[in-house]
């Protein structure tokens, strides 16, 4: 009889060896976003779990919890710290988390401490100048920005080291010139940059295009290219990227999720095989839509590959800047 249940329970390991992954997402789970209720965090954490629970993915309703604190190293620092082992917790991270661990800015760890599961949508950087621009594409900007760039204030929606500094530090560089010259006025948000492009108070526009494409549409603002790979579809289909232009950058803001550093293959691949479901459903499609994303999937070994490679280039952007 034991030997009959060792065959059955061999076969049974086996069958789910090949069908997917053998553990189950525990039944209750939870997302952290690493600041106030409202922001980017926020919005990654209810992607999910919004998603998840109407794709009948997850049987009780996620739940969601807050850690405000340095842009999210609040957070990391405590799941690395304490909760490192914790298969029922993922972690809202972006772009802007891979660019504060190349600044060294989560403290003593750094991506290697965490396990990334992946990327389910994304916005992508814009660079905007006004509607009475006399600048029809990237090349004439860039020109003229070249040969004299202390004509041209490039506004951003952060400070110095953000992920809007770093796209107008990418717009100086394509443009040969040195981005720790560069005139760049920090602005509260996408909104203060539209305000500024239409007053002349800024030249250059860096944002994203979530925020600039209904302004693009009503004519307030011209985006002039997409930092994206691809070209976009749907309203911004006929704006160029900056790979098209012959410029050799781009700026995905990915939106995904970690877990800790400690979760074993087992767990996270519950995770990340739940994800890949995921993103084939139609209720995923619409809540992704709903917050004003891009389709961008990227899960697994790829998406641990791409944040560290992302981290890398940071460093290497951060240090020819003179961060």
């Known amino acids: 009889?034991?030997?009959?249940?060792?065959?059955?329970?061999?076969?049974?390991?086996?069958?789910?060896?090949?069908?997917?992954?053998?553990?189950?997402?525990?039944?209750?789970?939870?997302?952290?976003?690493?600041?106030?209720?409202?922001?980017?965090?926020?919005?990654?954490?209810?992607?999910?779990?919004?998603?998840?629970?109407?794709?009948?993915?997850i049987e009780q309703p996620m739940t969601v919890t807050y850690m405000e604190g340095g842009v999210g190293a609040i957070a990391y620092n405590h799941v690395v710290g304490k909760r490192?082992?914790?298969?029922?917790?993922?972690?809202?991270?972006?772009?802007?988390?891979?660019?504060?661990?190349?600044?060294?800015?989560?403290?003593?760890?750094?991506?290697?401490?965490?396990?990334?599961?992946?990327?389910?949508?994304?916005?992508?950087?814009?660079?905007?100048?006004?509607?009475?621009?006399?600048?029809?594409?990237?090349?004439?900007?860039?020109?003229?920005?070249?040969?004299k760039p202390?004509?041209?204030?490039?506004?951003?929606?952060?400070?110095?080291?953000?992920?809007?500094?770093?796209?107008?530090?990418?717009?100086?560089?394509?443009?040969?010139?040195?981005p720790k010259k560069m005139r760049y006025v920090a602005l509260e948000g996408g909104g203060a940059v539209l305000t500024a492009l239409e007053g002349g108070h800024i030249k250059i526009g860096a944002g994203d295009a979530s925020e600039m494409v209904k302004h693009h549409l009503a004519g307030k603002v011209r985006i002039l290219a997409v930092m994206s790979p691809e070209r976009l579809k749907?309203?911004?289909?006929?704006?160029?990227?900056?790979?098209?232009?012959?410029?050799?950058?781009?700026?995905?803001?990915?939106?995904?999720?970690?877990?800790?550093?400690?979760?074993?293959?087992?767990?996270?691949a519950a995770w990340t095989d739940t994800f890949k479901k995921l993103v084939q459903t139609p209720e995923f499609t619409s809540e992704l839509a709903a917050r004003g994303l891009f389709p961008y999937t990227v899960i697994g070994a790829d998406f641990d590959a791409k944040v560290k490679s992302d981290v890398q280039r940071f460093k290497l952007l951060a240090k020819e800047a003179g961060l």
């Open 234 to 268: 749907g309203d911004l289909a006929d704006v160029p990227t900056t790979r098209e232009q012959g410029y050799d950058f781009d700026w995905v803001i990915w939106r995904g999720y970690y877990t800790g550093g400690k979760v074993s293959d087992a767990d996270y």
């Open 150 to 178: 202390s004509d041209f204030p490039i506004g951003g929606g952060g400070a110095v080291g953000s992920q809007d500094w770093m796209k107008a530090a990418l717009i100086a560089k394509g443009a040969g010139q040195d």
């Open 84 to 147: 490192a082992a914790d298969p029922s917790l993922i972690v809202a991270a972006s772009t802007g988390s891979a660019l504060l661990l190349a600044q060294g800015k989560f403290g003593s760890f750094d991506e290697n401490a965490v396990r990334w599961v992946g990327a389910l949508g994304a916005d992508y950087g814009v660079i905007v100048v006004g509607a009475d621009s006399p600048y029809k594409n990237l090349k004439e900007l860039s020109d003229a920005y070249a040969a």
């Open 1 to 57: 009889m034991n030997a009959t249940f060792t065959k059955f329970a061999m076969v049974a390991m086996v069958g789910a060896l090949l069908t997917g992954s053998a553990v189950a997402l525990p039944q209750k789970t939870e997302c952290l976003a690493g600041a106030k209720p409202g922001g980017g965090f926020d919005l990654t954490c209810r992607l999910a779990a919004n998603s998840l629970l109407a794709a009948k993915l």
